[in-house]
């Protein structure tokens, strides 16, 4: 999605790739993620999600309640378990990666539990040198994933049953390769 139809909370104009669910999943089973901070309202890969509108919640039938007027750039992520698949594009990565630095540099019981993002390896990017990898283990995909590109609403096909979903055309992967950035705390002496 993009343009004006972007709901991600980092505004217009973003390459917006869906991570694949059997990749999600694989993921999930190991951090078991709580919130996705960076999502819409079709591509929620969590219960708990922000878009560029807000906070919500999902139930169990595609409902989606409001819970918060922050974007996932203004809200905290403390004690939560985050999966970040942030917008890809000049301009928009930058404000996601530095907030997720923020977040683990915060005291302990104010950090995130978990932390981790699925991010373009772009290791010679002034944004991948300040917010990834002084904060972050980085881990480097040896594959290509296959992203799902626009997500739309589930429809009446819809094979999976479950909440939250997005269903999108398979399309060929954004330039590049991938990497898996798991951050850690940032520890410091209590004052």
Known sequence: MSGAHDKTGVGGGSGEWETPDPFYEVLDRRFHFTYDPFASELNHKTS???????????????????????????????????????????????????????????????????????????????????????????????FRLSFVHPPFACGPKCQSGKTPHALGVPLANPPGAYALADYQPVWSPMS
């Open 48 to 142: 708990l999600f922000s878009t560029l509108d807000g906070t919500y919640r999902c139930s169990g039938d595609h409902e989606h309640e409001q819970i918060s007027e922050h974007d996932g750039l203004n809200t905290n992520w403390g004690g939560q378990s985050v999966f970040c698949n942030p917008p890809y594009g000049r301009g928009l990565i930058e404000p996601c990666v530095r907030k997720m630095a923020q977040q683990m540099q915060r005291p302990i019981l104010a950090a995130p539990a978990v932390l981790v993002a699925l991010l373009p390896a772009s290791t010679d990017a002034r944004w991948f040198q300040n917010y990834v990898m002084p904060y972050a283990h980085v881990s480097y995909l040896p």
